[in-house]
């Protein structure tokens, strides 16, 4: 810091340290205002414009050093002054000290701030270039904001001077107008209904600002539309994957007139080519895996002989069988309407379909895009002339590929990598990053790489595929590894690096809803977009690509269309559970060890070793892992990881303990039964346990039984 900072710094404090030694916030209490009446009123009747003059260098002061009492000093003001000219110099005095708290922050502060922290303001700065001065409004017009963290706050930001005063001065008129308005009544000191109206518009004030504001903000982004005097839907859901059925359905359920609209097959994703198919592939190469362990299990020999093409068949019998569950007859009967065509909006108010039979338009009070994401395929040179699969396409083949290449190490890469390769094909998985499945804990992800190398899996972390080529009539991937070329010969493709959001084809861009960093529709905490009436759920709203989490969002992105005008809901994303259903399975809610050194967030690790549970002795799956982070000293949970077998139905007691505050001394004391593997969970709970046993109690109680045995 240089000598002029540390000047100001060293004023700032004696200022703030004289306030409090000299004992002069008692100058700013009601109780002194009422012993002083009499001779404060006389001398303000005597001389008005010095009595001001005092008033408004006392208030600049105050609020410029950020001391207590502005509060106490407005109502004052409308004692004092009355309403209009109480209005008038609390407004300016308000505004002037608010600024001078703002540049001493700006000051002082900023630079340190930006160079330490610049990485994770960028989206508040950038936030504040674009809108600051509403996101400035939006603060100030609402009282619950302590408006001195507000002045040191913006002074952080690059916000221009001159733009935070004027908005503070707009901003603070209506509240500084009720607060006066309030002390104009308080000068008499008795109860009237004056003072009550008062005090009444003291409480709803910030509910009344934060209506208005909203009335603003929805005036702003709705100009440029005309609005339909009448509305033929409640609801447009467009796209049919997880999270516009669940939309659909609690529409339909609580009787609104609601439109499902899907442009390729009901059920999306998650029915037709992910979640699904992926598991009955996942079941069918798990019993091949079985047999060949027969051995194991005490039988002397066991085979089976199978054709793949028969496999692939089996996968969508089973999602035939699954497909009535999430069909348009289904929904129908429920009371959806269901169209199938492609959905464009064309206000926020209308929708257009193009179906076979002709194009309408769709007229509703609200819609709510569920429209899905799609397998992102990276522009490596080649890769279009080799070709390739995706997570979508794969299921279309019908002959095992011999040799194969799995680019990624996701969830997806790792789970259909561990598939071909049980049924036997030759699978080498290129990852770019240091390890698989990066999202877990490092001991993790080593635990599924030994499994898939002992299966005969080329296993190829911190390799960048940088060419495909066709080399004598032979496919070969050229891959970089410690500054070396790999040569990888493949006569098959699997891309699974990852899905990115469907943005595009269905009017985002003519209404102007902007995409966040992550390339998902950007939406509130309540899952709305720019237009209020517009809503966004699943794959496409982000922060997570998970079934179980489109649906979860679906309900609110619904409640809050429906009935958002009476209360809205906040997307409650505190306990999100996912598993990768590998062999071993991974199963994680909350923190991992590498999130919590991450964000620095204190933590102890229990881990219970899976190898020595008596069901998975039994079963043949000693292996794996659970791991569980408990705030420091205590027995709260913060995350769990489970690695092995069943792990994604293990995982759900500590979902449960999560959601419910349900620490793991109450887990310890619930009875498990014996012999399972959820017995596990238990076992970990009593490792915490142990190890946060209170020792100097159990000394004295050792010497009680020594005592007690004489």
């Known amino acids: 810091m240089n000598r002029s900072r540390l000047l100001v710094l060293l004023a700032i404090a004696v200022l703030v340290a004289a306030f409090f030694a000299f004992g002069l916030d008692r100058y700013f209490t009601f109780e002194f205002f009422k012993s002083r009446q009499l001779e404060i009123d006389s001398y303000t009747r005597a001389y008005p414009l010095q009595a001001a003059a005092a008033y408004f260098a006392v208030y600049v002061l105050v609020t410029g050093l950020s001391l207590p009492g502005a509060a106490v000093l407005t109502l004052i003001g409308g004692a004092l002054f009355g309403l209009l000219w109480g209005t008038v110099v609390v407004s300016f005095a308000s505004s002037i000290g608010a600024t001078l708290a703002f540049l001493a922050s700006r000051f002082l502060l900023r630079d340190w701030v930006q160079e330490r922290f610049g990485e994770r303001l960028k989206a508040v700065n950038s936030g504040v270039e674009k809108e600051g001065a509403f996101y400035l409004f939006a603060l100030r017009l609402v009282p619950a904001f302590p408006f001195f963290l507000i002045n040191l706050a913006m002074g952080l930001t690059p916000i221009r001077t001159w733009t935070f005063y004027w908005v503070s001065q707009a901003g603070m008129l209506a509240g500084t107008f009720v607060y006066v308005y309030a002390g104009t009544t308080l000068g008499e000191f008795r109860i009237s209904l004056e003072l009550l109206l008062a005090f009444t518009l003291l409480g709803i004030f910030p509910l009344i600002a934060k209506k208005a504001l909203d009335a603003i903000k929805a005036r702003r982004v709705y100009a440029r539309w005309r609005r339909p005097a009448r509305f033929e839907r409640n609801l447009v859901v467009i796209g049919a994957g997880s999270a516009g059925l669940v939309s659909a359905y609690i529409a339909a359920a609580v009787k609104a007139k609601v439109t499902l609209i899907e442009k390729h097959r009901m059920g999306g994703d998650c029915l037709n080519t992910g979640c699904v198919p992926s598991k009955a592939l996942i079941k069918s190469a798990r019993l091949l895996a079985q047999i060949r362990r027969a051995k194991e299990f005490g039988i002397?020999?066991?085979?089976?002989?199978?054709?793949?093409?028969?496999?692939?068949?089996?996968?969508?019998?089973?999602?035939?069988?699954?497909?009535?569950?999430?069909?348009?007859?289904?929904?129908?009967?429920?009371?959806?309407?269901?169209?199938?065509?492609?959905?464009?909006?064309?206000?926020?108010?209308?929708?257009?379909?193009?179906?076979?039979?002709?194009?309408?338009?769709?007229?509703?009070?609200?819609?709510?895009?569920?429209?899905?994401?799609?397998?992102?395929?990276?522009?490596?040179?080649?890769?279009?002339?080799?070709?390739?699969?995706?997570?979508?396409?794969?299921?279309?083949?019908?002959?095992?590929?011999?040799?194969?290449?799995?680019?990624?190490?996701?969830?997806?890469?790792?789970?259909?990598?561990?598939?071909?390769?049980?049924?036997?094909?030759?699978?080498?998985?290129?990852?770019?990053?240091?390890?698989?499945?990066?999202?877990?804990?490092?001991?993790?992800?080593?635990?599924?790489?030994?499994?898939?190398?002992?299966?005969?899996?080329?296993?190829?972390?911190?390799?960048?595929?940088?060419?495909?080529?066709?080399?004598?009539?032979?496919?070969?991937?050229?891959?970089?590894?410690?500054?070396?070329?790999?040569?990888?010969?493949?006569?098959?493709?699997?891309?699974?690096?990852?899905?990115?959001?469907?943005?595009?084809?269905?009017?985002?861009?003519?209404?102007?809803?902007?995409?966040?960093?992550?390339?998902?529709?950007?939406?509130?905490?309540?899952?709305?977009?720019?237009?209020?009436?517009?809503?966004?759920?699943?794959?496409?709203?982000?922060?997570?690509?998970?079934?179980?989490?489109?649906?979860?969002?679906?309900?609110?992105?619904?409640?809050?269309?429906?009935?958002?005008?009476?209360?809205?809901?906040?997307?409650?994303?505190?306990?999100?559970?996912?598993?990768?259903?590998?062999?071993?399975?991974?199963?994680?809610?909350?923190?991992?060890?590498?999130?919590?050194?991450?964000?620095?967030?204190?933590?102890?690790?229990?881990?219970?070793?899976?190898?020595?549970?008596?069901?998975?002795?039994?079963?043949?799956?000693?292996?794996?892992?659970?791991?569980?982070?408990?705030?420091?000293?205590?027995?709260?949970?913060?995350?769990?990881?489970?690695?092995?077998?069943?792990?994604?139905?293990?995982?759900?007691?500590?979902?449960?303990?999560?959601?419910?505050?349900?620490?793991?001394?109450?887990?310890?004391?619930?009875?498990?039964?014996?012999?399972?593997?959820?017995?596990?969970?238990?076992?970990?709970?009593?490792?915490?346990?142990?190890?946060?046993?209170?020792?100097?109690?159990?000394?004295?109680?050792?010497?009680?039984?020594?005592?007690?045995?004489?």
Not at 305 to 320: G, I, L, N, W
Not at 437 to 464: A, C, T, W
Not at 553 to 575: C, E, H, I, T
Not at 682 to 704: C, D, F, I, N, T
């Open 300 to 710: 002397r020999s066991a085979s089976a002989e199978f054709d793949f093409a028969d496999v692939m068949e089996r996968v969508q019998r089973v999602v035939k069988a699954v497909e009535p569950h999430d069909s348009a007859e289904r929904y129908r009967g429920l009371g959806v309407e269901c169209l199938e065509g492609e959905a464009r909006i064309t206000s926020p108010w209308t929708v257009e379909v193009r179906t076979a039979s002709g194009t309408q338009t769709l007229t509703t009070r609200a819609i709510d895009i569920a429209a899905g994401a799609r397998p992102f395929v990276p522009p490596i040179p080649g890769i279009e002339q080799v070709g390739y699969v995706t997570s979508d396409t794969v299921w279309g083949l019908r002959k095992l590929p011999k040799r194969l290449v799995v680019l990624g190490g996701g969830p997806i890469g790792c789970e259909l990598t561990q598939c071909f390769a049980r049924f036997g094909a030759t699978v080498t998985q290129v990852e770019l990053l240091p390890r698989l499945l990066i999202r877990e804990d490092p001991e993790v992800s080593d635990l599924v790489m030994q499994q898939f190398r002992r299966e005969g899996i080329n296993v190829l972390v911190g390799h960048k595929a940088k060419e495909f080529r066709a080399e004598n009539g032979e496919k070969v991937l050229i891959a970089e590894n410690a500054g070396r070329d790999v040569r990888i010969p493949f006569d098959q493709l699997l891309c699974a690096v990852g899905r990115i959001a469907n943005t595009g084809g269905y009017g985002l861009e003519e209404l102007g809803i902007p995409l966040s960093k992550a390339r998902t529709v950007e939406s509130n905490e309540y899952l709305q977009t720019i237009y209020p009436n517009i809503f966004v759920c699943g794959d496409v709203a982000g922060p997570y690509q998970f079934t179980h989490t489109a649906s979860h969002q679906a309900w609110y992105a619904a409640v809050n269309a429906l009935f958002g005008r009476f209360r809205k809901f906040k997307a409650d994303y505190s306990v999100i559970p996912w598993a990768t259903f590998t062999d071993p399975e991974v199963a994680r809610v909350g923190l991992n060890e590498t999130e919590a050194k991450e964000r620095n967030i204190p933590y102890e690790v229990t881990s219970y070793g899976i190898d020595d549970l008596d069901r998975a002795i039994a079963d043949g799956e000693a292996r794996g892992t659970v791991k569980v982070l408990t705030a420091p000293g205590k027995d709260r949970i913060l995350g769990a990881t489970i690695a092995g077998e069943h792990a994604g139905d293990l995982i759900i007691e500590f979902i449960a303990a999560m959601r419910h505050g349900i620490g793991l001394n109450k887990m310890l004391g619930t009875i498990h039964i014996y012999p399972t593997l959820v017995e596990a969970n238990k076992y970990a709970a009593g490792a915490w346990k142990r190890a946060h046993s209170p020792q100097g109690l159990l000394k004295w109680v050792e010497r009680y039984h020594a005592w007690m045995r004489g």
